[in-house]
């Protein structure tokens, strides 16, 4: 069973980076795509990134609006996937979840996840 906890969150400045973690205590995220999410207040939840497990095809999605800024990647060793966050601006604030799925695909940000972690919080000042 997949058990997701997130980390890495915290305050920085715009143009600065975090580096998020999602650790999955039950030790089985290799077999799963990861996707991460955020949810700023007020605002619907967000598809940011999807990575497919590495005996799948290892792909990885990422919405518009953090391409080339966000890098998603996994160690299915350490039972962890990553969101690498640069340039990092205001709008990127919100609450980030991990979640696991079968596999992303060309639908990976209306596809059904399961095993939603707590979620850490990310906050970017101006």
């Known amino acids: 069973q997949v058990q997701l906890v997130e980390s890495g969150g915290g305050l920085v400045q715009s143009g600065g980076s975090l580096n998020l973690s999602c650790v999955d205590s039950?030790?089985?995220?290799?077999?799963?795509?990861v996707g991460w999410f955020r949810q700023a207040p007020g605002k619907e939840r967000e598809a940011v990134s999807c990575?497919?497990?590495?005996?799948?095809?290892?792909?990885?999605y990422y919405t518009e609006s953090v391409k080339g800024r966000f890098t998603i990647s996994r160690d299915n060793a350490k039972n962890t996937a990553f969101l690498q966050m640069n340039s990092l601006k205001p709008e990127d604030t919100a609450v980030y979840s991990c979640?696991?799925?079968?596999?992303?695909?060309?639908?990976?940000?209306?596809?059904?996840?399961?095993?939603w972690g707590q979620g850490t919080q990310v906050t970017v000042s101006s």
């Open positions: 990575i497919n497990n590495s005996d799948y095809d290892g792909q990885t």
């Open positions: 979640a696991a799925a079968p596999y992303c695909g060309g639908n990976w940000k209306s596809r059904e996840y399961r095993d």
């Open positions: 039950g030790h089985t995220l290799r077999y799963y795509a």
